[in-house]
C-alpha cells in the first residue's frame, strides 16, 4: 500500500501535467484558427517563425522593394519613394514613415534594429506575435525531478514505518535500496512517455509561416535582396592601432553581443 500511494502521487503529477499542456494546446490552437482565417501578413510570419527581428525587417524591406514602396542602392541605402502610397499594414507604415524621416541620408539595414526613428516599426512587429508557445515545454525534466524525492519518500515511509518487504526481502534491505531501483524506473517512465519536450510546437504553423514569408521574400528582385544584405550586420568600430584585441577574445566588442540584443523579442517558449 505505500509503494502504491507513492506511486499514485506520481501518476496524479504526470496527469496533471498533461492536463496543463491539453489546455494551453487548445488555446493556441485557437489563436492559430483565428489569425488563419484572417490572414497572416508576410512580416507578422516572418516574426512567428523565428522572434528575430532581423528576419521580419528583411521580409518588411523586400515586400516594400518589390511594391516600389522602397528603393536600394548597389551600396544598400535604403529611401523611400515619395509618390508611392501609403502601406496598408500598420507595421509597413510606420517603416515607410520612419524611411521618410531619414530621406536624406538613406538607412541601412542594420539601422532599422538599433535607430529610434524606427522604434515604433519594432513594437508595432512585436505586437501583432501570436501569443502562442513555439516549443513545447519542460514537463519531462521536472517529472524526472520530482520522482527523486518521490523515491526518497517512499523508502523513509516504508523504512520508518517497519512495513514489510513483499517476496520475502529483508525490510531494510528492500527499502533502501527502492530508490535506486525506483527512480531509474520512473526516469524510463517519463522519458518514454514526455516525447515531445523541447520540440517545435507547432510544426504546420510554423511552416505555414515561413512559406508567407519566403514568398514575400522572393517578390524582390535579387539584386536588391543582395543590396539589402550588404549591412545587415553593423560592421565593428575601427580598432585604435596598436590596440590590443584581448577584449574581443573575451567577447567585447563583438557584433553578435551589440547589433539585435534590444530587439530580438527574447521570447523562449520553453514552458507551459
Not at 22 to 47: C, H, K, L, N, Q
Not at 85 to 110: I, W
Not at 178 to 185: D, E, I, R, S
Request: hydrophobic share 40%.
Amino acid at each position: 500500500m505505500i509503494i502504491a500511494g507513492w506511486l499514485g502521487a506520481f501518476f496524479a503529477v504526470d496527469v496533471a501535467l498533461r492536463v496543463i499542456r491539453w489546455r494551453g494546446g487548445r488555446r493556441d490552437r485557437a489563436f492559430i484558427r483565428r489569425a488563419t482565417a484572417e490572414g497572416v501578413s508576410p512580416v507578422r510570419a516572418a516574426y512567428q517563425r523565428s522572434h528575430w527581428l532581423p528576419d521580419a525587417t528583411e521580409v518588411a524591406l523586400c515586400g516594400l522593394l518589390a511594391d516600389g514602396v522602397v528603393e536600394v542602392s548597389d551600396d544598400g541605402l535604403v529611401t523611400a519613394v515619395e509618390s508611392a502610397p501609403e502601406p496598408a499594414d500598420p507595421a509597413l507604415r510606420a517603416l515607410v514613415e520612419a524611411l521618410r524621416s531619414r530621406a536624406a541620408t538613406g538607412t541601412r539595414f542594420h539601422e532599422v534594429q538599433t535607430e529610434g526613428e524606427f522604434g515604433a516599426f519594432r513594437a508595432r512587429v512585436k505586437e501583432d506575435v501570436l501569443p502562442v508557445k513555439k516549443y513545447n515545454g519542460s514537463q519531462r525534466v521536472g517529472l524526472i525531478w520530482f520522482a527523486y524525492p518521490l523515491v526518497l519518500g517512499m523508502g523513509l515511509h516504508g523504512g520508518r514505518s517497519g512495513a514489510p518487504a513483499p517476496g520475502g526481502i529483508e525490510e531494510p534491505e528492500f527499502w533502501a535500496g527502492l530508490p535506486l531501483l525506483g527512480w531509474p524506473v520512473l526516469t524510463l517512465w517519463a522519458v518514454a512517455t514526455w516525447r515531445e519536450s523541447y520540440t517545435e510546437r507547432r510544426p504546420r504553423f510554423a511552416r505555414h509561416c515561413r512559406d508567407i514569408a519566403d514568398a514575400e521574400l522572393a517578390r524582390a528582385p535579387a539584386r536588391d535582396r543582395k543590396a539589402l544584405r550588404l549591412h545587415r550586420s553593423r560592421p565593428a568600430p575601427p580598432r585604435a592601432p596598436g590596440a590590443s584585441t584581448s577584449g574581443r577574445a573575451r567577447g567585447e566588442g563583438s557584433d553578435d553581443a551589440a547589433d539585435w540584443t534590444a530587439d530580438t523579442g527574447g521570447d523562449s517558449f520553453d514552458s507551459d
